[in-house]
């Protein structure tokens, strides 16, 4: 099985920041990775595919990068809506999720 | 509009079972693979199951493999997950999720409000 490995697990951080989040798998994935964000007592929603296509009506703040087994989501300025917390997951074998990185205020 | 609405979560003792319920509407469920994904309170999200169109084929995570079984019934548009020998650490919220292609990639893009699974004496 394949593992995900985010970094940090949390982050504190401003309005208007800009936040930076790692993603690496245990083996190669290819771009076979997709990026949600996670609101108290809600589903999640998806922000990113494909390691960097951006999922529709999701703001252009938010970007994706990487490929193989190194991955980033960067937020280019933090919102007040973007505090939640950030999942990894990649979709190259049975799916798995990162452990999460919560996004919190500063 | 597209929705999915689980049922069935309680309370149940250790080594107990629970039939977990997924009622899709505004889709066709026929034409897609669908998913349990879980979340323990305070924890991250875990991938549970998978099963395809027709429910010919199943995949499990090793935590739940021989203990849950994933079934659907596309003619009542209704994706199931039998939880046997429920153990203290399937506490969770449980997610039925509906993946999306695009292109060579899939996501989840559908997503229940999820039902709470409480295993304890």
């Known amino acids: 099985d394949i593992q995900m490995t985010q970094s940090p697990s949390s982050l504190s951080a401003s309005v208007g920041d800009r936040v930076t989040i790692t993603c690496r798998a245990s083996?190669?994935?290819?771009?076979?990775l997709n990026w949600y964000h996670q609101k108290p007592g809600k589903a999640p929603k998806l922000l990113i595919y494909g390691a960097s296509s951006l999922q529709s009506g999701v703001p252009s703040r938010f970007t994706g990068s990487g490929f193989g087994t190194d991955f980033t989501l960067t937020i280019s300025s933090l919102q007040p809506e973007d505090f939640a917390t950030y999942y990894c997951q990649q979709t190259y074998s049975t799916p798995s999720f990162g452990g999460g990185t919560k996004v919190e205020i500063k | 509009e597209v929705q999915l609405v689980e049922s069935g979560g309680g309370l149940v003792q250790p080594g107990g079972s629970l039939r977990l319920s997924c009622a899709a509407s505004g889709f066709t469920l026929s034409n897609h693979w669908m998913h349990w994904v879980r979340q323990a309170p305070g924890k991250g999200l875990v991938w549970v199951s998978g099963?395809?169109?027709?429910?010919?084929?199943?995949i499990y995570a090793d935590s739940v493999k021989g203990r849950f079984t994933i079934s659907r019934d596309n003619a009542k548009n209704t994706l199931y997950l039998q939880m046997n020998t429920l153990r203290g650490e399937d506490t969770a919220v449980y997610y039925c999720?509906?993946?999306?292609?695009?292109?060579?990639?899939?996501?989840?893009?559908?997503w229940g409000r999820g039902t709470l699974v409480t295993v304890s004496s």
């Open positions: 099963i395809n169109t027709d429910g010919s084929s199943t």
């Open positions: 999720t509906r993946p999306w292609n695009f292109g060579n990639y899939w996501y989840f893009d559908v």
């Open positions: 083996e190669t994935i290819s771009f076979f």
